[in-house]
């Protein structure tokens, strides 16, 4: 028998967003143009201008992000939940481009070294294994493959200050991620960076991002001017990292497998490349195991058999 620990390795919790109205609520009101403006910014300064052939967008909930990638040929819109990829359809709307799969991302249907792009955007505060969601990732991309990771800081400012005058208990500075509500964590920027390093990413380049994420700021100046002011702090990542948000830009590096030309889905249970017949709205693999491909999205989270 497997302890709660020895399960939680194999198998890590899931925050679950089925049937969330988080675009609508956090958003679509308006309050959180700053945050979806500096992050704007950011993304321009990491994408290549050439764009790619194959993006996977880890996370892409309704696709807010999702326009921002349109110089990629293709792009993978994932995400666990079958109704931030429902949203994320009527936003994009139905394009050869996009290939909407519902799937968890400790354990990805795709071959090894299938990705030249990945983007993974405020998705690792919700992995409570941070490094096994990204190793898993760097296993989908090829060598030389760009990756945007975001993360939420937790040696920011605002948890400094609080630390220094005791009102929170855990210190900014310890390496370790911090789970400050259920399924929420922050991590420490050095712990990130190693891990990046330790699973065979070359770090380019890190931004800070969102340095103004304060009610009265925001209130008081005009968007756009707290968006600029932000986009010249960005630059401050080399010598201070002590915003909430910090994106970083790294690349596969390592001598891992390419996927063969023509090959996408393989199945997790053997392991085996799964063919994209799509028939009868059912993917099959070899092994038996079935998978529901319904409404344009493929769906990995269970076998229908
Ligand atoms: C805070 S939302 C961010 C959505 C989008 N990236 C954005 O920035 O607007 C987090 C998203 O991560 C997804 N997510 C959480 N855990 C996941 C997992 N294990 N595998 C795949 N997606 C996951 C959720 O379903 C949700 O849509």
Not at 53 to 61: F, K, P, R, S, T
Not at 219 to 226: H, M
Not at 250 to 259: E, I, K, N
Request: glycine residues 6%.
């Amino acid at each position: 028998m497997t302890n709660k620990n020895e399960q939680a390795k194999e198998q890590p919790p899931v925050c679950d967003y089925e049937g969330s109205d988080y675009q609508s609520s956090f958003w679509d009101t308006g309050t959180r143009d700053y945050e979806d403006g500096v992050e704007a910014v950011a993304l321009k300064r990491m994408l290549p201008d050439s764009g790619g052939e194959l993006l996977l967008e880890v996370g892409a909930g309704a696709g807010r992000n999702t326009p921002r990638y349109e110089d990629f040929k293709r792009i993978v819109v994932m995400d666990y939940s079958v109704t931030q990829l429902e949203q994320a359809q009527e936003r994009l709307g139905a394009s050869d481009k996009y290939i909407y799969v519902a799937a968890d991302v400790y354990r990805l249907h795709f071959v090894s070294g299938l990705f030249d792009s990945a983007t993974m955007i405020r998705v690792l505060h919700h992995m409570s294994d941070a490094p096994a969601s990204l190793k898993e990732i760097r296993r989908t991309q090829m060598p030389g493959a760009l990756f945007i990771l975001e993360y939420a800081n937790k040696r920011n400012l605002k948890a400094i200050f609080r630390y220094l005058l005791k009102k929170q208990d855990w210190s900014p500075y310890t390496t370790e991620p911090i789970e400050f509500v259920d399924l929420n964590f922050n991590f420490h920027p050095k712990m990130i960076q190693n891990t990046l390093a330790d699973i065979g990413y070359k770090l380019r380049k890190s931004l800070t991002v969102s340095h103004f994420r304060i009610g009265f700021l925001k209130r008081i100046f005009p968007t756009r001017f707290l968006v600029w002011l932000d986009s010249i702090f960005q630059f401050t990542a080399p010598i201070i990292k002590i915003s909430p948000s910090i994106f970083t830009l790294s690349y596969a590096d390592g001598d891992t497998p390419v996927a063969a030309k023509g090959s996408f889905f393989i199945c997790p249970e053997c392991k085996e490349d799964i063919e994209d017949t799509k028939e009868n709205g059912v993917l099959t693999c070899s092994c038996g195991k079935k998978w529901e491909y319904k409404n344009g999205i493929f769906n990995f989270k269970q076998p229908i058999s």
